[in-house]
């Protein structure tokens, strides 16, 4: 271990360990302040939601006018939403992932196509709301469709995807790749056999973070796939949908009269589903690191 | 005097940094003989290595040219299929660097990439590589380990038994010994002094007591020029260069 030497001098009347510690309390005091907002949101909506959970509320059909019953077709919407989205942003978000990090050379076309994903990450979720409906929605075809709604969370998700596969990617040491080509493999197998499955952890953690953040997301459905009420579920990707961040802005501005237990619980239901998958990658990543071997 | 294994006619290399590594050597390398290659670093040892199996397809270059060829093979063709080429070529590297695979995994990779899909035959191959590589006995009860778990001098006997099981004709390592203890060094130049006689063994060696110990043939590399190529005892005994003689006197370098 290594040994710092004495302080030779004080100031204020205090040693330096002493005012050490006093900067380090200081800044603890601030990150948990940081912390507090959140953790206070978490413990209000619960306290406030949490009554209203019950096996009933999550597996019927609204009635009165959504006032009453159950969330099902919102949660069920939900489902299908992300699947819709992982089915087109994961095989092509991981597909781009690969080209940028192993494949592509330092280009101008390269370095568009880098700064183009960057640029996707930060466009506003109602413009890519408005690019879905002017696309998916009209010029396909798709109409106010699971299908559309999809296809535009895709959009959403892609930059988050592909940038995180790429960093995944990266991270692997280059001298795998180097050895995996000596010893007569080519590109890609060295890449499908020994640097994709160390890179997989990564590059899950970035499939649930961008995911999630698609299944949180009102403006970019509110004109390609989601509806204010459906009678019965959905039975077709062409069919629209009912999803649980729409739901919970129609219940708390468009219906007259409702009750706020269903408010919460519905707001309670989505923030466990975000949180959970927020828990799983960080599980993942955790997991990954104590098993990595460089 | 045996056909040589491989010939080098006039190779010269340039980085894309402008950096000359090789400047016209020309060297032909017998079969069943260590040649070793030596000299100050920043010689062009370690760039002719890269340029025999075509690792140096990797690097950013800005010119090759002269010729290489390993029997009727024309290593440095535009058309030259690169994977085969280094299956005939393996390369042991100054690290060990195990795959972050299992210790089985390391050595049945080259086989598998190769197309060999039979377990009952990757296994055997894989045995016999770790045994050729004086492995085996120390490792045979977790072969399902992950290579990472042993220690640094038996990683580079595995990194030896992957390039083994491919059976190549040359063998290339490049200061294998540079990250090891003197008993993991002396258990590779033990196998090597065993292996040259079915193989041709290039050395870049990581001291000049060990390039003296092992050189049937010596390669004296200065500045990226090929300055004396003889017996490995004449080399360290009665070099004819003076530059040679400095180096071996310790000299420089």
């Known amino acids: 271990m290594r040994r710092y030497p004495e302080p030779k001098e004080s100031r204020f009347g205090i040693t330096r360990q002493q005012s050490q510690k006093i900067g380090f309390s200081f800044i603890r005091l601030i990150s948990l302040i940081t912390v507090l907002p959140i953790l206070g949101i978490i413990v209000y909506i619960i306290v406030k939601g949490g009554s209203h959970i019950s096996w009933e509320f999550l597996t019927s059909m609204p009635s009165d006018g959504m006032r009453a019953g159950g969330i099902l077709p919102a949660i069920v919407g939900t489902f299908y939403l992300m699947a819709g989205t992982a089915l087109f942003s994961i095989p092509l978000g991981i597909a781009a992932g690969i080209y940028l990090s192993e494949y592509a050379q ?6 568009f196509i880098r700064v183009a994903i960057i640029s996707l990450g930060g466009v506003p979720s109602v413009v890519y709301g408005l690019f879905g409906l002017g696309l998916f929605v009209l010029f396909c075809n798709f109409g106010i469709s699971i299908l559309s709604a999809s296809l535009t969370l895709s959009i959403m ?5 592909i940038s995180t596969t790429e960093e995944a990617l990266r991270s692997v040491p280059y001298r795998f790749r180097v050895v995996g080509v000596s010893l007569g493999g080519t590109q890609w197998q060295t890449i499908t056999r020994v640097i994709l499955p160390q890179a997989l952890p990564g590059i899950l953690t ?32 062409l069919d629209a949908t009912m999803a649980l961040p729409y739901h919970i802005y129609v219940i708390s501005t468009q219906v007259p009269g409702m009750s706020s237990g269903v408010q919460y619980g519905t707001v309670l239901v989505l923030m466990v589903f975000v949180l959970g998958m927020n828990l799983i990658a960080s599980l993942i990543r955790s997991r990954a690191r104590a098993k990595r071997q460089w | 005097m045996t056909e040589p294994k491989i010939q080098i006619r006039d190779l010269y290399l340039r980085y894309s940094d402008g950096k000359e590594a090789l400047k016209g050597v020309s060297l032909d390398i017998q079969p069943n003989l260590i040649t070793v290659a030596f000299g100050p670093s920043g010689g062009g040892k370690s760039s002719l290595v890269k340029v025999l199996n075509r690792l140096i397809d990797l690097s950013d270059v800005d010119e090759m040219r002269g010729e290489v060829r390993m029997g009727d093979l024309n290593i440095l063709g535009k058309d030259t299929d690169v994977v085969e080429l280094r299956r005939r070529i393996g390369v042991v590297f100054s690290r060990p660097i195990p795959l972050p695979l299992t210790i089985f995994e390391n050595v049945s990779f080259g086989l598998e990439v190769a197309g060999m899909r039979d377990k009952k035959k990757l296994s055997e191959r894989v045995e016999q590589a770790l ?8 490792i045979y009860d977790r072969l399902d380990d992950p290579a990472a778990s042993i220690s640094g001098g038996q990683q580079q006997r595995l990194c030896l038994a992957r390039v083994l099981a491919l059976k190549p004709e040359v063998i290339l390592l490049d200061e294998p010994t540079s990250a090891l ?15 040259k006689k079915d193989y041709t063994i290039l050395l870049v060696p990581h001291n000049q007591q060990q390039a003296a110990r092992m050189a049937d043939k010596a390669a004296f590399f200065l500045q990226g020029e090929l300055v004396e190529y003889t017996d490995g005892e004449s080399m ?18």
């Open chain 1, 206 to 237: 970035g499939i649930i973070l961008g995911l999630e953040r698609a299944v949180g997301e009102t403006a970019p459905i509110l004109f390609t796939g989601a509806t204010f009420y459906l009678p019965h579920l959905p039975s077709s990707p």
């Open chain 2, 131 to 138: 045994r050729e590589a004086v492995l085996w006995d120390e």
């Open chain 1, 106 to 111: 330092d280009s101008y076309w390269t370095r």
């Open chain 2, 236 to 253: 360290f005994i009665n070099p004819r260069d003076k530059r040679t003689q400095e180096y071996v006197q310790g000299r420089f370098g």
């Open chain 1, 157 to 161: 998700t892609l930059p988050v995807i």
């Open chain 2, 181 to 195: 203890d003197p008993v993991s060094t002396a258990k590779i130049e033990e196998f090597l002094e065993t292996a």
